[in-house]
Nanobody
Framework: QVQLVESGGGLVQAGGSLRLSCAAS??????MGWFRQAPGKERDFVAA????????YSTDSLKGRFTISRDNAKITVYLQMNSLKPEDTAVYYC????????????????WGQGTQVTVSS
């Protein structure tokens, strides 16, 4: 059975940092990534990384503050989030696919349960 389990969310003040982790079990994935969903909004792409280390970010601003990485031996993907802002508050979801990295929700086959990130002003 395939599972993606996120950890590392929490409450942080603006300007602070958090590191999210997502551990997969059951199989390996060519691409693993992160999406986020704020209350009342759609689920948005944050970042993705391929097995070979190719990275895709949603916008330049996130790329400057967020860094995605992975440990293939552990089948784990990480999201280092620095200089957090209140608008980063959302539930962050790990996602995975056997295909290449894209920004589309529908291209990812497996999802974690989500971890809450709250940034206070």
């Amino acid at each position: 059975q395939v599972q993606l389990v996120e950890s590392g969310g929490g409450l942080v003040q603006a300007g602070g940092s958090l590191r999210l982790s997502c551990a997969a079990s059951g199989r390996t994935f060519y691409t693993m990534g992160w999406f986020r969903q704020a209350p009342g909004k759609e689920r948005d792409f944050v970042a993705a990384i391929t097995w070979s280390g190719g990275r895709l970010y949603s916008t330049d601003s996130l790329k400057g503050r967020f860094t995605i990485s992975r440990d293939n031996a552990k089948i784990t993907v990480y999201l280092q989030m620095n200089s957090l802002k209140p608008e980063d508050t959302a539930v962050y979801y790990c996602a995975a696919t056997g295909g290449t990295a894209t920004r589309l929700v529908g291209d990812y086959d497996y999802w974690g349960q989500g971890t809450q990130v709250t940034v206070s002003s």
